[in-house]
């Protein structure tokens, strides 16, 4: 779970224009209980890179410290696949893998989504209580610009922000 030391999770967070490269406190949570927590409206970042989204090697500010407000985020993406919920879902369930298709601001989204039991999209989508959603496998990339790709082992995806939701059952 911890990129750069004990507590420190490395992510890249994509706003409607910036690509955001940061380290965020996780306290011992993981990225996405934190995301989630309905308590605070901010992430604290650390060691933070800014980014336009057509030019995402062309740094344009860099600070030490920084402050996200969480509703801005469209997505972030994660290194590892592991660093989502520590909330384990356990029973005797049937796992199934759906290839998805997302589309948000800006941006297509591509990976798998891993659920247990039989899937129902509204419930995924609007009675869950968790404001994003886990994507595994991603490769994300500008509508506007889609020979730029952006992959890692998660992302996460922020489900108000989310245009289109496509799915298709993969082959085991």
């Known amino acids: 779970m911890d990129i750069y030391g004990r507590?420190?999770?490395a992510a890249d967070f994509f706003t409607y224009t910036y690509r955001i490269s940061a380290r965020?406190?996780?306290r011992k949570r993981s990225l996405a209980d934190h995301l989630n927590d309905r308590l605070t409206s901010y992430l604290e970042l650390y060691e933070t890179f800014v980014s336009r989204l057509h030019k995402?090697?062309?740094?344009?500010?860099?600070y030490s410290l920084a402050s996200l407000r969480k509703d801005g985020i469209i997505f972030v993406i994660l290194a590892?696949?592991?660093e989502t919920s520590e909330r384990h879902a356990y029973g005797y369930f049937?796992?199934?893998?759906?290839d998805v298709f997302l589309t948000v601001p800006s941006f297509e989204i591509r990976g798998k989504l891993q659920v247990i039991g039989k899937l129902d999209l509204h419930?995924?989508?609007v009675k869950g209580t968790e404001k994003f959603i886990s994507i595994s496998n991603p490769v994300a990339s500008p509508c506007l610009f889609p020979d730029i790709t952006f992959t890692g082992g998660t992302v996460l995806v922020n489900k108000s922000r989310?245009?289109?939701f496509c799915i298709s059952e993969t082959s085991p």
Do not use: C, H, N, R
Request: glycine share 4%; proline share 4%.
């Open 7 to 9: 507590g420190f999770v």
């Open 123 to 125: 419930v995924l989508l």
């Open 80 to 82: 590892a696949e592991k």
């Open 94 to 98: 049937a796992k199934q893998l759906y």
């Open 56 to 62: 995402p090697s062309e740094i344009v500010a860099s």
């Open 162 to 164: 989310i245009e289109l």
């Open 24 to 26: 965020a406190d996780t």
